[in-house]
């Protein structure tokens, strides 16, 4: 899939050779795009970045906001929500009313809101805990930095304790608001009592390790400037390098309703909005994701946004309050079938998700499932896809989605593909190696033999690396090890005697170590060590129940983008290679080491493992 750019502005061409080199930008280019006329050439940049990293995915959530009271002790400027305890229009929430505004389809509850001076740390516990007792399948992200500050000075215990009994109650993400820009000049000239950029980082960081994942946000269209706006996102960046814990960025425009910071009508311009998603989907290159909050965008301006760089449209908001106080003109609540709507007529596929950005539901058809790592980009590089839409999944996420009928092939782990046999059909591709692998790899303090008894925190992304470790430890070494699921988002692995990792994950890890861990194995190299047969971790399928015209012309543009990749590996993975850390020749030696056409004795491989790992009978 190739981005042809006629550029108006010959500024940006140099910018665009660094995108595509998968080169870091500068404050310097930010300005550059920032100050450019060529609006539509920045969008184009930046929608190519996007589809490398979500394809044709837009994500959403059925969400319900909770701002639980506007009483609240502080007075920022520009907070046209919180009030003062005992005015006419101050409320605070009983936790029975906060369940009433909840319904068990609702798939997230955002609680922020007011911090007033009275309320015990019970009271905060209790209401995340009733949500989560009272609707399992609905997640908590809760409290902005600011909160959990103020939490950790009036409750007097430290970030990381306030954190982890939110945690215990059900807490699982928190939102990232509260810094609004990152610059000493405007807090002190806007929220002067409000944390600045280093408390925001400490409590972010924080929740990272203590695998809380957490959003993060830029307030933009006040008074802040464009260098302040960039360097904003440069220090997310940075911190992004260092944690992995960030789940998206979201732009929020300024509403400036009664605030007297800026004229009442006075909102940001579309072309502002546009480009300042279009640029933080550029210089943010290590977040998954963009999101465009209709909220405050306008459902317009996030509808044009899609093609701008975002992935996410946030969800239907019912009940948000603090945006709108402050004068948005978006509706209160956007229904489902129009986000669906929005996200259709931009070409994309919405997609339902949960907090972490797992897919729930898939609300179109002709889906080909895309394994986001690396060594699947020989088959994705030059897919033609037509009438297709591609979506990035993890394997095991893939697995659920073709259980449930939602897409018509893609490449499966293996154990997925055993299991759904009766109405799969292979197609004669493969992801197998003979040797080593460099992407499934256990990171470990023991040998072999000395894992008996010990606690592996094992991934969740797929089945068959777990499975490959289980046989291994038990028919090759004869050893019995306990199993801990790493869940979604980032995981202290210090607890763990060894940690099973695959994909770009482990890539990375196995070229520059894993803190903690003093050996690492890999786990194709002990399979051919022991069975001297490739090992095939997934393998490409298709709905049986596919008309065969279908089937064909699938299996045609799986073998013209192999073909056309024709082993120059690095030309394939464009900016891919690099984002995980290789090197160029990296790339094509990683690449090179796989067998991608499902031949003799990768089938030969499947069934020995298949043996091994006592699944039913399938014919490969
Ligand atoms: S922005 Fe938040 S902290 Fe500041 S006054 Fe409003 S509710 Fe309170």
Sequence with gaps: MTTEIHFRDDQLIRIWQKVQRGERLTLEDGLTMYRTPDLLSLGKMAHFVQQQKSGDAVYFVLNQKIEHTNVCVLSCKFCDFATKKGRPDAYEMTTEEILS??????????????????????????????????????????????????????????????????????????????????????????????????????????????????????????????????????????????????????????????????????????????????????MLDNFPHIKAYWVMLTEEVAAMALNFGADDMDGTVGGEKIAHNAGAISPMTLAKDQIIRIIKDAGKIPVERDVYYNPLKLYTDNIIGKIPYLNSVPFYANFEKGQYRILPVAPRRMGVLSEQNQIDAGLFSLMDYFNQHEKLELMGWCIATRDQVKSVMLFSNEGWLDLNGKTIGITDDTATSVKLLKVLLEKKYGVSAKFER???????????????????????????????????????????????????????????????????ELKEMIAYSLDKTAGDFVAAAGVYGKSVGLTDAETQEYLAGFNFNLGEREREGMMKFRELARVESVRT
Aim: avoid cysteine; glycine fraction near 8%.
């Design 486 to 552: 790493l869940h979604a988002g980032v995981n202290d692995y210090s607890k763990y005697d060894a940690v099973l990792l695959i994909g770009d994950e482990a890539l990375r890890a196995n070229k520059t170590g894993l803190d903690g861990f003093e050996l690492v194995f890999d786990l194709a190299r002990e399979w051919y060590d022991w069975e001297k047969l490739p090992f095939v971790f997934a393998v490409w399928a298709m709905k049986k129940s596919l008309p065969e015209e279908r089937k064909a």
């Design 101 to 282: 505004k909840i319904t068990p389809d609702i798939h997230e509850v955002h609680i922020t809101g007011g911090m007033p001076a009275d309320w015990p740390w019970e009271r905060y516990l209790d209401i995340v805990r009733s949500i989560h007792d009272k609707f399992p399948n609905t997640d908590v992200k809760a409290f902005t930095a600011v909160e959990i500050d103020f939490f950790h000075k009036k409750f007097k215990m430290p970030v990381e304790e306030v954190l982890r009994q939110l945690y215990d109650a059900g807490m699982r993400t928190m939102p990232g608001g509260g810094a609004e820009v990152f610059s000493e000049r405007v807090r002190k000239l806007l929220f002067p009592q409000k944390i600045g950029a280093k408390g925001w980082f400490q409590v972010h960081k924080a929740a990272h390790k203590l695998g809380i994942p957490t959003n993060s946000t830029l307030l933009y269209g006040h008074i802040e400037t464009l260098e302040e706006r960039l360097i904003h996102m440069m220090k997310l960046r940075e911190a992004q390098d260092e944690t992995g814990g960030f789940l998206t960025f979201i732009p929020l425009a300024f509403q400036p309703g009664d605030t007297g910071i800026k004229p009442k009508n006075q909102f940001t311009s579309a072309i502002d909005d546009l480009k300042t998603i279009a640029i933080s989907r550029l």
